[in-house]
């Protein structure tokens, strides 16, 4: 009998108020889905990368951010929330939830510091548990617009997670895992990750960017192949 390969070790490198990470999550995990026929599969792990990390509690208005950051026009940033929204419904499967990008000219963006210790929390739970959050966490943000360093959104996403609230409500008071998260974060900037999504495949293949599902697919292809 033959032995089933071993899944390939995937690092989600994400922030969890970028967009194409959004994107990218879905493109990989519908890539994975087509896979799994063919006996390719994989452990996804979400590790920390900060876009805004010295951001203010209170955050920053989007179309503020977008303009200062990288000099787009309020237009310009508006037409790239709609090809962002299309994208993200397109990439998350039609299972009845999909998602819905809901960010308009007056959304804010936040310091992500407090959500990747409760991501570090989770994943230490289980994998599944740490993919829930994940997608929690995305929903908060994107299609709720609530303030992500407020520990009620945070414990919230934690609940509608299927987490402990009480622990998640710990965990954020008590500064739990910051250390790891900082540690984490170096550690992937010592690699080379300046942007998100990074998708790391067996600790030496990059796949960047929000990729489509067909991207996904090829590359993991070719790398389970290689692996």
Request: net charge negative; with cysteine.
């Given at each position: 009998?033959?032995?089933?390969?071993?899944?390939l070790?995937?690092?989600?490198?994400?922030?969890?108020v970028?967009?194409w990470?959004?994107?990218?999550?879905?493109?990989?995990?519908?890539?994975?889905?087509?896979?799994?026929?063919k006996?390719?599969?994989?452990?996804?792990?979400?590790?920390?990368?900060?876009?805004?990390?010295?951001?203010?509690?209170?955050g920053?208005?989007?179309t503020?951010?977008?303009?200062?950051?990288?000099?787009?026009?309020p237009?310009?940033?508006?037409?790239?929330r709609?090809?962002?929204?299309?994208?993200a419904?397109?990439?998350?499967?039609?299972?009845g939830k999909?998602?819905?990008?809901?960010?308009?000219p007056?959304?804010?963006?936040?310091?992500?510091?407090?959500a990747?210790?409760?991501?570090?929390?989770?994943?230490?739970i289980?994998r599944?548990?740490q993919?829930?959050l994940?997608?929690?966490?995305?929903?908060?943000?994107f299609?709720?617009?609530?303030?992500?360093?407020?520990?009620?959104?945070?414990?919230?996403?934690?609940?509608?997670?299927g987490?402990?609230?009480a622990?998640?409500?710990a965990?954020l008071?008590d500064?739990?895992?910051?250390a790891?998260?900082?540690e984490?974060?170096?550690?992937w900037r010592?690699?080379g990750?300046?942007?998100v999504?990074?998708?790391?495949?067996e600790?030496?293949?990059?796949?960047?960017g929000?990729?489509?599902?067909?991207?996904?697919?090829?590359?993991?292809?070719k790398i389970a192949?290689e692996?």
């Amino acid at each position: 009998m033959t032995a089933s390969p071993k899944p390939l070790q995937i690092d989600f490198v994400s922030d969890v108020v970028c967009p194409w990470c959004v994107v990218g999550l879905g493109g990989l995990e519908t890539a994975l889905g087509a896979l799994a026929a063919k006996g390719i599969t994989a452990e996804i792990h979400f590790q920390p990368f900060e876009l805004n990390p010295d951001m203010a509690p209170e955050g920053e208005n989007i179309t503020e951010h977008i303009g200062r950051k990288y000099g787009a026009t309020p237009d310009q940033s508006a037409k790239n929330r709609t090809m962002i929204r299309d994208r993200a419904a397109e990439a998350w499967p039609d299972d009845g939830k999909g998602f819905e990008m809901r960010m308009g000219p007056d959304s804010r963006i936040w310091n992500t510091f407090d959500a990747h210790r409760l991501l570090h929390w989770a994943g230490m739970i289980g994998r599944a548990e740490q993919r829930a959050l994940k997608e929690a966490l995305f929903r908060a943000h994107f299609t709720d617009n609530h303030p992500l360093p407020d520990a009620d959104v945070l414990a919230g996403a934690a609940e509608a997670a299927g987490l402990d609230r009480a622990e998640a409500e710990a965990v954020l008071a008590d500064g739990r895992h910051a250390a790891e998260v900082r540690e984490a974060e170096a550690l992937w900037r010592s690699r080379g990750i300046t942007g998100v999504p990074a998708v790391v495949v067996e600790g030496k293949w990059l796949i960047s960017g929000g990729q489509p599902a067909a991207v996904f697919e090829e590359a993991l292809r070719k790398i389970a192949g290689e692996a």
